[in-house]
């Protein structure tokens, strides 16, 4: 079953405004990723924040992450809109020597000029 | 360097016929996978290898097969496609460590009829 789950699934915003898309997960985890996904194509890694860190930067980006709470939040700044598209978070769960990375359902942003 | 990528971009089964999907990393990537992605449930991982010789099956293994002969390739393949198996496929390849980038081909957009 799918570890992250995204919230909200859908997100539309104005240009310049800020964006905020949250991730939950189940189980313990090595460290989370984030992803952007263009319309028809590939998923581009973003960022990633090891299990230790609570908030990473890179950017107009801004991760953190609550271990407490397994839940995790990227924040886009001054979004553009060039920012749409889909944003999936991604957990690794070290399980048996083999790091698989489990990714969420994720969140469409839509910025509008 | 080119990447990850997949071949065929676009292909069209019948039922019950069999084919295999393309992908190939030039960056001597040993962790190589396979996710399929449907309309609202992010990415399933299919099958993923952690060196030449070596494959695990994922979350969605069932209908799938692979194998890991070079560092180089790791093609998936259908053994008898059938209407559930449309989606689109996407390989991906990363160095052995959870923390580093996992690079994504541009994917493989499977209907099967």
New interface residues.
Partial sequence: ??QGEEDPQALSIQEGENATMNCSYKTSI??L?WYRQNS??????LI?I?SNEREKHSGRLRVTLDTSKKSSSLLITASRAADTASY?C?T?N?QGG?????????TKLTVNP | NAGVTQTPKFQVLKTGQSMTLQCAQDMNHEYMSWYRQDPGMGLRLIHYSVGAGITDQGEVPNGYNVSRSTTEDFPLRLLSAAPSQTSVYFCASRSHGSTDTQYFGPGTRLTVL
């Fill in positions: 079953s799918q090595n460290n990723q028809g194509r590939g998923l581009v890694h990633l090891r999936f991604a690794v070290i083999s790091e698989k990375l489990v990714f969420g359902k994720g």
